[in-house]
């Protein structure tokens, strides 16, 4: 069993607030993110959707490259974004989608072992499996030699 901590510090109200996020890795450390950074053009902080889209493209990733292992093909790069949309939905949001998209050079493995070995790891990445509520997830798989 494995527990990871992250926290959030928030000061202010609403629009005006300001929150800072730790993981206990020291990965990110007091890293800002509010509204603007949320909803607006602010990049100088983060946002929940941007650190959930990280957190799936690397759960998915690492089970993509465990499952090709324990196949016995071995992996040479995999490159996966996360595209999460966070939709209006009546005085709330929720997020509607998460797209994957995995580009991938695995030598030696055909495309048909590929995608279905991508939609394998899609589906049993401990992520995915978290955020079943999100009523679409998809995955476009591409091989590259």
Known sequence: MSEKRAS???????????GQISTETGALDKY???FASR???DRK??????ILGAAHAACFTMAFSFAAD???V??????????????????GFVID?????????VPGMDDAAFQKLAAEAKANCPLSKALAAVPEITLQAKLVQ
């Open 45 to 50: 902080g983060t946002n929940p959707e941007e």
């Open 32 to 34: 800002p993110y509010g």
């Open 70 to 72: 324990k196949a016995g």
């Open 74 to 91: 071995k992996t040479e790069t995999l490159s996966t974004t996360a595209a999460v949309r966070l939709a209006k939905e009546g005085d």
């Open 39 to 41: 909803f607006g053009d």
């Open 97 to 105: 989608r998460i797209a994957l998209t995995l580009e991938a050079k």
């Open 8 to 18: 959030v510090h928030w000061v202010g109200a609403g629009k005006a607030g300001q």
